[in-house]
């Protein structure tokens, strides 16, 4: 009893649901009583004085591993600010929740958004938009892509970036990407030469992980494609002092539930190019004299007959969705600092303890601030796709669920891309896949949280090396 009284006191939270969704508390503690009876009588393992008083020991000596498990929800999302929360119920109560339906001298809360969105990354124009998708498609559409044209992009990008290409009436044609889980800079000029016709380049910073995009941007010149930047993922990502984005002629951002800001849906385009953020608030829905309703958009001489000349697709963003992306904004510094350091120390855990089965991407050297909301790791090629998917197994049920980039019903799989196919061959993009993880980090975990996750994640792996 006094064994199974300390067991439970001091492992109250891995052994609590399991008792108690299984009623078994009484069958648990005669079972302790019936082995501490039994290794009293034999005492040819430990004493009966160390199982009395330590039951790590205990477990140690007996050579039976105590394993590590996670009871909080990985898909935990950032909450709205207070802030955020009053000023979208008095949106509700006062039912302006059209960007453009605001009094006059009064500036919507879109506009004010938009304008802290571009004061942030240090862009001259932004237009909020109901996604990043529909950001995506615009750089696409404002930049020039005739219907047909071949459109150069990441291999390994989730598959929202080849359908805003096929929305914007492109043609994919996928770069190699590398273990570091960024476009391989050799491919890229391997395939501008294989594709002279191509004149864009839509480059993703897949999970805020930024190539060399100095080299990047000299292909690009040499071969005379405009670069483009998806930015879904690297809201706070500085590359040699600027925020990421600038290297090409426009970038895209994301709020979407997962990302740094949470809006549910919502995207930003930003440029310091007047022609593309004129077209893009046209494309939006600023028709007639909307455009007057912005504050960052260039002047009425970069808009002439545009609100005639081009559709309007309806893809503004709501007050409702701005109101609570505004003080999110305030604290993209604080909550950059904290995902960083918790990084820095599960990094360490893991590497330390399973380096020799696993790498973990690096930052490019030119990455000056980067942001780490999320783990990505490559398992080693030494180990089987069937211990691969044991691992996967191990993890979901200790309750942290990994995911697999190369699994076959992941989005972020280019194999899955069937609207996109890819023609070309792409061994090495293939290979990463099949061995590369991925797990979220949410902001609302306790620092010890992520202790824990370490821990599974290297018993896991250890059990099935095992």
């Known amino acids: 009893n006094t064994f199974f009284n300390h067991f439970f006191t001091e492992h109250h939270q891995t052994t ?6 299984r009623n078994t508390v009484n069958m648990v503690r005669y079972s302790f009583i019936g082995f501490l009876a039994i290794a009293a009588i034999t005492k040819n393992v430990i004493g009966s004085e160390a199982l009395m008083t330590n039951p790590l020991a205990t477990s140690k000596a007996s050579g039976i591993q105590q394993r590590t498990f996670i009871t909080r929800d990985i898909k935990t999302p950032d909450p709205v600010p207070v ?39 240090d862009f001259k124009y932004c237009v909020a938009l109901n996604s990043c998708g529909s950001a995506l498609m615009l750089l ?122 949470n809006s549910g849906e919502g995207g930003f385009f930003l440029t310091d190019d007047p022609e593309m953020a004129a077209k893009c608030a046209v494309y939006a829905g600023a028709y007639e004299g909307l455009s007057g309703k912005h504050i960052t958009v260039p002047g ?19 007050n409702l969705a701005a109101s609570v992306v505004r003080p999110q904004i305030l604290t993209l510094e604080e909550r950059i600092t904290k995902y960083n350091e918790r990084y820095a120390k599960l990094t360490k855990a893991v590497s330390e303890r399973m380096g020799n089965h696993l790498s973990i991407p690096v930052n490019t050297p030119g990455v000056t601030t980067p942001v780490h909301d999320s783990l990505q790791f490559n398992l080693s090629h030494d180990i089987t796709e069937e211990q691969v998917m044991h691992f996967l197994e191990a993890c979901a049920s200790h309750g942290l669920p990994v995911e697999l980039f190369g699994n076959k019903s992941n989005a972020r799989n280019f194999v899955n891309w069937g609207f996109a196919p890819a023609e070309d061959p792409l061994p090495q993009t293939g290979a990463m896949l099949s061995r590369a993880c991925d797990v979220r980090m949410p902001y609302m975990w306790d620092d010890s949280d992520f202790d824990d996750m370490a821990n ?4 896991c792996l250890e059990s099935v090396l095992e």
């Open 456 to 459: 599974v994640l290297c018993e």
């Open 83 to 121: 802030a955020g929360q009053e000023e979208a119920l008095e949106l509700m109560r006062s039912g302006r929740m059209y960007r453009y339906n605001i009094a006059k001298g009064e500036e919507s809360v879109v506009s004010l958004c938009e304008q802290e969105i571009a004061a942030y990354t």
């Open 300 to 318: 009425p001489e970069h808009f002439g007959n545009l609100p005639n000349e081009l559709p309007n697709y309806s893809l503004r963003m709501s």
């Open 140 to 261: 696409l559409k404002t930049s020039g892509l005739k219907p047909g044209e071949e459109v150069l992009s990441n291999a390994f990008t989730f598959g929202a970036v080849p359908s805003a290409i096929e929305h914007a009436g492109g043609k994919a044609v996928y770069v190699e990407s590398d273990y570091n889980h960024l476009m391989d800079v050799d491919d890229l000029e391997k395939k501008l030469v294989m594709y002279p016709k191509c004149k864009h380049v839509l480059i993703s910073h897949m999970r805020g992980k930024v190539a060399d995009m100095d080299a990047i941007a000299n292909a690009c010149e040499r071969h005379g494609a405009t670069l483009l930047e998806d930015c879904a993922h690297s809201l706070g990502v500085k590359w040699k002092g600027k925020h990421t984005g600038h290297m090409g002629r426009a970038c895209a951002v994301s709020s979407q539930s997962y990302k740094m800001i």
């Open 16 to 21: 609590q649901s399991f008792l108690t969704s």
